[in-house]
């Protein structure tokens, strides 16, 4: 008897429909997007786990007290999780949750703060924008460094090395440590745009792409070493 009504307590609960999972926010799309390979209206809910897909002209907004804005731009995979986001290729800006993409974490310094960051990981470029509020780069090979706001950091992929260019490096790796200090310091001491010990390239955002992000302005471009168009920054940015 005893065994039998355990038997019936475990299948009365294994029928038992299991609590439905919250949802992290409501989403505002435009133009085509889709969920695990389903068409996401605008009006949705979002939920932890969702993989979401832009079209190259669409984008979608995810906004809630939960996960503060997050936007997806055009021609963007990413993941949605309970407390970042996953960025497979496309551009993603967020003003609270952290954004994971090619083996970093990218997050804010300080959560209380006023925080805009915008990440792009597309055709073997990595280019991370602090807006507003600074940002802090974790990565498993270039350790950690902070995106002072209103600069940027960029790393391009580099490219299969050519006959010509693996001599040279041959010749860097025979240089003694005397020259490799001299050229060292040679090339260090410059503040905007010089190469951090990460690797990634540091800049000062130009004026139209800081005014883009409060304006709604399309195309904005940064300043310094990047070249306009390199770095969307498109109509969904928040208004300031």
Same mark, same amino acid.
């Given at each position: 008897?005893?065994?039998?009504?355990?038997?019936?307590? +475990?299948?009365?609960?294994?029928?038992?429909?299991?609590?439905?999972?919250?949802?992290?926010?409501?989403?505002?799309?435009?133009?085509? *997007?889709?969920?695990?390979?389903? +068409?996401?209206?605008?009006?949705?809910? *979002?939920?932890?786990?969702?993989?979401?897909?832009? $079209?190259?002209?669409?984008?979608?907004?995810?906004?809630?007290?939960?996960?503060?804005?997050?936007?997806?731009?055009?021609?963007?995979?990413?993941? *949605?999780?309970? %407390?970042?986001?996953?960025?497979?290729?496309?551009?993603?800006?967020? $003003?609270?949750?952290? =954004?994971?993409?090619?083996?970093?974490?990218?997050?804010?310094?300080?959560?209380?703060?006023?925080?805009?960051?915008?990440?792009?990981?597309?055709?073997?470029?990595?280019? =991370?924008?602090?807006?507003?509020?600074?940002?802090?780069?974790?990565?498993?090979?270039?350790?950690?460094?902070?995106?002072?706001?209103?600069?940027?950091?960029?790393?391009?992929?580099?490219?299969?090395? %050519?006959?010509?260019?693996?001599?040279?490096?041959?010749?860097?790796?025979?240089?003694?440590?005397?020259?490799?200090?001299?050229?060292?310091?040679?090339?260090?001491?410059?503040?905007?745009?010089?190469?951090?010990?990460?690797?990634?390239?540091?800049?000062?955002?130009?004026?139209?792409?800081?005014? $883009?992000?409060?304006?709604?302005?399309?195309?904005?471009?940064?300043?310094?070493?990047? +070249?306009?168009?390199?770095?969307?920054?498109?109509?969904? %940015?928040?208004?300031?």
């Amino acid at each position: 008897m005893r065994n039998f009504l355990a038997i019936a307590l +475990a299948c009365a609960m294994a029928s038992m429909p299991l609590p439905a999972a919250s949802a992290l926010g409501g989403v505002t799309t435009s133009g085509a *997007v889709w969920t695990n390979q389903t +068409a996401l209206p605008s009006g949705s809910s *979002v939920y932890a786990g969702d993989e979401i897909r832009t $079209a190259p002209d669409a984008f979608a907004v995810l906004d809630s007290p939960a996960t503060g804005r997050v936007e997806l731009r055009g021609d963007t995979s990413a993941k *949605v999780g309970e %407390s970042s986001v996953t960025l497979d290729r496309g551009v993603v800006a967020s $003003a609270k949750m952290a =954004i994971a993409t090619g083996g970093l974490e990218i997050s804010v310094a300080d959560p209380k703060a006023d925080n805009w960051f915008v990440v792009e990981n597309q055709d073997g470029r990595q280019l =991370i924008a602090a807006y507003r509020g600074d940002v802090v780069v974790r990565g498993r090979s270039s350790g950690s460094f902070i995106v002072p706001s209103g600069q940027y950091a960029m790393a391009a992929a580099a490219a299969p090395p %050519s006959p010509r260019e693996s001599a040279e490096k041959k010749g860097d790796a025979d240089k003694n440590a005397e020259d490799k200090d001299k050229d060292r310091k040679k090339r260090g001491g410059a503040a905007a745009g010089a190469a951090t010990n990460s690797g990634w390239a540091l800049g000062s955002l130009g004026h139209a792409a800081s005014v $883009a992000v409060v304006t709604g302005a399309t195309a904005a471009a940064l300043g310094g070493a990047v +070249a306009a168009g390199a770095f969307r920054d498109e109509s969904t %940015s928040p208004q300031d």
